[in-house]
């Protein structure tokens, strides 16, 4: 499932700009579907222009019913009456999926024999002080068996004692869901960490879901910004 709305505060119509002569949003469905591990993969968007874009390309799309907060609530209307089991959520702006990171994720859930896992995500290392100290930079800490402990956008943790060598993680917008994780991120209400973050994925800590962080060296490009949408042309090339 791709979420895509067309109105982004940082940069708006962002999924609709020319990425290599298609839009952004129409690279990431393609990289999606060209990974082959999915049985089906659906635009979920509320706009009219990405809905035909992607049916423009015999996509398969979905229009969302309802204004929601965040991609998670417009992926939870999508898959309520689907017959499903996990459900990965790719970001529409990150066009540079990577097939491996992907199936290290989908792995989680084939190795938890109990069904103990929520969902699953990504994170990556960065040392880039101008990068972790960045509050467009999501981050995350992990314990000792690589279960998340908390998100932020500021530094975490924070470098109190300089001579303590800790890793920085950035969290990747990509998540694997338990339908029922999904359905219930769906029906709880947002609490005062989500709200003053503006980072969904806390929600799920705040009730007490597992989410299981993997580590990938694959960085990719996600495009937030304008700066972003260039550095991806200069990839692209």
């Known amino acids: 499932m791709i979420p895509a709305r067309y109105q982004a505060s940082r940069f708006p119509a962002k999924l609709m ?13 393609e990289a999606a579907v060209q990974t082959g591990l999915f049985d089906e993969v659906y635009v979920v968007t509320d706009s009219d222009i990405i809905f035909d874009t ?20 417009r992926i939870a209307e999508a898959v309520e ?3 499903v089991d996990i459900v ?18 989908i792995e989680v859930f084939k190795n938890d024999e109990k069904k103990e896992i929520d969902l699953a995500s990504l994170m990556t290392p960065i040392t880039d002080w101008d990068e972790i100290s960045n509050p467009n930079t999501v981050k995350v800490i992990v314990d000792n068996q690589d279960f998340a402990l908390y998100f932020s956008r ?8 300089q001579q ?12 694997a869901f338990r339908k029922r994780a999904l359905l219930d ?19 799920f800590l705040e009730y007490g879901k597992k989410i299981k962080m993997v580590e990938t060296h694959v960085t990719g490009i996600e495009i937030d910004t304008p700066e972003d949408l260039e550095r991806a042309k200069k990839a692209w090339k």
């Open 54 to 73: 992607i049916s423009g390309i015999d996509g398969r799309t979905i229009m969302s019913k309802k204004t929601h907060e965040s991609g998670s609530d």
């Open 185 to 203: 991120f769906q029906r709880l209400p947002m609490l005062p960490l989500e709200a003053k973050e503006k980072i969904e994925a806390i929600r």
């Open 164 to 175: 303590v060598d800790a890793k920085y993680y950035k969290h990747k917008g990509i998540y």
């Open 154 to 161: 500021s530094p975490i943790p924070y470098p109190r004692d």
């Open 88 to 105: 990965i959520n790719v970001q529409g702006d990150e066009p540079f999926i990577d097939k491996e990171s992907l199936t290290k994720v």
């Open 17 to 29: 700009q020319d990425l290599g002569g298609k839009p952004v949003i129409v690279r990431t469905y």
């Open 81 to 83: 009456e689907m017959d």
